[in-house]
Structures are given as structure tokens and as C-alpha cells.
């Protein structure tokens, strides 16, 4: 009996250091992330009620990708405006973090959606953000894996539900080579003034700082849109942000992110028109909800790599889209 009790002894001193491991991982991720999580984090903290970047009254939200976090800065457009855009989000991550901050906040009286149109393709960022950093409840990426096995969507093709519970339980499998890189805690610091810039801009930052810049961005290398799988879900997601902000009326606008004059210059006709016929079919089911049907095209010089505004093109953009649909309600 003694020798089955020191055996079971031994394997619970055994996997110590893998609780440790787990209980440092899901507790501290601001020590080991990369400098992509303070954003995500961020979201993730006003969609729960947890941070209130609005002092009082209903708020007016920015969903979307890095560009819509880089290109619309929320200081200049009003007091009740706070950016919720992170890098590499589609509307499957949006329809989420708006339906959260809903039950955690109530309804905003005006949502502005801006996703690169890659994005209504492409989940790039699916498993290195979105799941890496547990932005969904375990849950929700369930039902995000489910969905998109039923429409055989590309980038679950490597990725299950094991792979899933593991993140979630912050197995070392995930996370190991990331303490490994930040040699535990290195990345605390940095993480901590990125959040709190965050914080301080109510969500807005910059991506590139050239002070120009005449690279062609991802569309231009597209002759056609992508319809497959992942394009299919990304759709199923984004009817649903849109019937979400129907459902508690919410004003809603779909905005179309500036391109430099090079990227603009480059497309493809075949692909633009694939893709406004497409933003043109979801406009004729949401008939209530705004939609821009325009690639806006700004000078090269205001921005700061191929596919996101610098600082001044975005204090540029933030005063056209002010000019377009806030003074109006004002």
C-alpha cells in the first residue's frame, strides 16, 4: 500500500511544474505575449465592462481590423468614441466583441465597421491571435470551430479542438516557446506602456510610422476575391454583426479603408468588382445599414507602411469621416 501511495506521490510532484506552467500562462499573459496582445486586450477589457472608456451616456464603437484601429483615431471624433479594432480581426471576432459589450455595457447608439477587404476572405490571424490570445469564451471558438468545419473553411485544416483545449488551458505545447522567448516575465514592461497607450487613446494606435510610403498592399496581388471556406464563414459572421446592430438600433455605417495612391493604382478591375458586388448583395439585406461603396485613394505620403495610415494621414481621415457622418448628427 505504502509503495502505491510514494508512486502516486511521485507523479503528483512529477506534474507540478506543468500546473505551474498552466496557472502562470492563463494568469500573466501580459509577462510572455508579443506586442500584438496589449490591443486585444484592451478589447477584450471594454467589451466586458471592465474598462469604461465612455465617463457617461451611450457610446459610439469602432469595429474592425488594424486598419480600422490605425486609421480612425477616437480623440478627435468625440468624447463618446472608443476604437475596438485590433490587428488581424475579421467580422468573426467583431460579432463577438460587439455582443458582449452589449450584455456588459448596453447598446451603442452608433457602430462604425472598417475591415481591409482581405478580411471578408481571409482568417490570417485566426489561430495566432484570435485563439492564441483567447479572445472568444471556449464556447464561442467551439462554435466558431463547428461552423467553420460545416463550411470546410481553410484554416481549420490543421487546427481542432485538441489544439483549441489546449490553448485554453494553457498547456505548454502553446505557450512554452513564448515564456521561453520573453524569458518569462521580459515582456511585461513593454506590453504594460503599449495597454496603456491603448488606454489613453481609447483604442487608436498607429502600425507603420514611415512618413510615406509607395508599397502595394495585400489586394493588390488579387486578380479574383476568395469564396471559399473562410470567406463563407467570415459571411455567416458578419449577417449576424449586422443583424445584431438591426436588432437593438443601432446606427450603422460600413466603411471602406483609404489605399495609398500605389496599392489604388494596382488592382485588379475583376477583383474590386467581385468585391463591391459583394459588399452591394449584404447592402441589399441590411437595407437600414449605411455602406460605402468606394475605395477611398489618399496620397502615398500619408501613409506609414503599404496598407495603414501614419499620423497624419489618419488625422486626415479621421476629419473626412467626422465631415461625412458626424457633424450630420450633431
Not at 233 to 249: D, H, M, P, Q, V
Amino acid at each position: 500500500m505504502k509503495r502505491y501511495a510514494l508512486f502516486f506521490a511521485k507523479c503528483i510532484l512529477m506534474l507540478i511544474p506543468l500546473f505551474v506552467i498552466e496557472g502562470f500562462t492563463l494568469l500573466f499573459p501580459m509577462c510572455y505575449m508579443d506586442e500584438e496582445y496589449p490591443s486585444w486586450h484592451y478589447t477584450k477589457m471594454v467589451e466586458e465592462g471592465r474598462v469604461r472608456p465612455v465617463s457617461s451616456g451611450e457610446a459610439s464603437v469602432i469595429l474592425g481590423d488594424s486598419r480600422a484601429m490605425a486609421d480612425m483615431i477616437p480623440g478627435m471624433m468625440g468624447d463618446s468614441y472608443v476604437n475596438l479594432g485590433v490587428g488581424g480581426a475579421t467580422p468573426v471576432e467583431m460579432y463577438f466583441t460587439l455582443d458582449k459589450y452589449i450584455k456588459n455595457n448596453g447598446a451603442p447608439k452608433e457602430v462604425m465597421i472598417m475591415f481591409a477587404p482581405f478580411h471578408y476572405s481571409y482568417m490570417d490571424n485566426y489561430k495566432t491571435r484570435t485563439m492564441y490570445f483567447k479572445h472568444l469564451t471556449l464556447k464561442e471558438a467551439m462554435q466558431v470551430y463547428s461552423q467553420g468545419k460545416t463550411y470546410e473553411a481553410a484554416v481549420f485544416d490543421d487546427f481542432d479542438r485538441a489544439d483549441i483545449l489546449s490553448m485554453y488551458a494553457g498547456l505548454p505545447d502553446s505557450y512554452l516557446p513564448a515564456l521561453i522567448n520573453a524569458k518569462v516575465t521580459g515582456r511585461l514592461s513593454k506590453n504594460t506602456m503599449l495597454y496603456d497607450e491603448q488606454l489613453a487613446n481609447r483604442g487608436h494606435a498607429l502600425y507603420g510610422r514611415d512618413n510615406g510610403n509607395s508599397d502595394v498592399n495585400y489586394e493588390a496581388n488579387y486578380e479574383h476575391m476568395n469564396r471559399d471556406g473562410e470567406h463563407l464563414l467570415i459571411t455567416y459572421y458578419f449577417e449576424k454583426l449586422l443583424k445584431l446592430c438591426s436588432a437593438n438600433g443601432i446606427r450603422t455605417i460600413v466603411l471602406q479603408p483609404p489605399m495609398n495612391e500605389a496599392s489604388f493604382e494596382a488592382l485588379n478591375e475583376g477583383y474590386v468588382r467581385e468585391y463591391l458586388s459583394y459588399l452591394n448583395q449584404i447592402r441589399n439585406d441590411n437595407p437600414d445599414i449605411v455602406f460605402e461603396d468606394e475605395i477611398p485613394c489618399y496620397e502615398n505620403r500619408y501613409f506609414g507602411d503599404s496598407s495603414h495610415l501614419n499620423e497624419e494621414g489618419a488625422r486626415v481621415y479621421t476629419g473626412a469621416i467626422i465631415d461625412k457622418y458626424i457633424k450630420q448628427t450633431q
